[in-house]
């Protein structure tokens, strides 16, 4: 069993997040039918990706934050209170700041790809350096 926990429109990063994975991957397929490296086509798609769904939740954290502000004044002290509606959180961390985890999440993947694809393209090329000499 998985708990989601959430405030105002904070639920709204989960199908943000979800939307931006698969177009991810359909960038990074797209790339590939047009000839484009695996090894290229992998990290910058999910690092743009991200980074563009980060950005949608930035702006919409944003756009959400402080509609139908009132101020209040206390008539015994006369300070002024101003109180508006919120984005709202998920897991209790404010929607605003999921744009930075989304994004840092696009980076770790990509790089964590490209470093994945580098070591493989290095351990390929080891073994048809080796599988030649051998032939010799």
């Known amino acids: 069993m998985f708990l989601i926990i959430w405030r105002g ?12 994975f698969i177009a991810a991957m359909t960038l990074a397929d797209f790339m590939m ?7 290229i086509a992998d990290p910058i798609g999910f690092t743009t990706v991200f980074a563009a769904a ?8 944003k756009a959400l ?18 109180y508006g509606s919120n984005a709202g ?5 404010p929607t605003r700041f999921w744009a930075f985890i989304v994004l840092a999440v696009g980076i770790m993947v990509g790089l964590s790809m490209g470093l994945d694809n580098a ?8 073994a048809i350096d080796s599988a030649s000499q051998t032939s010799l």
């Open 9 to 20: 429109w904070g639920i709204l990063v989960l199908p943000i997040a979800a939307v931006a």
């Open 33 to 39: 039918s047009l000839q484009v490296s695996r090894y």
């Open 54 to 61: 980060g950005a949608g939740i930035w702006f919409m954290a």
């Open 65 to 82: 934050t402080g509609r139908n502000k009132r101020t209040l004044v206390d008539p015994a002290t006369g300070q002024q209170f101003v």
């Open 89 to 93: 959180s998920l897991f209790f961390i």
């Open 119 to 126: 070591s493989a393209t290095a351990s390929d090329t080891a």
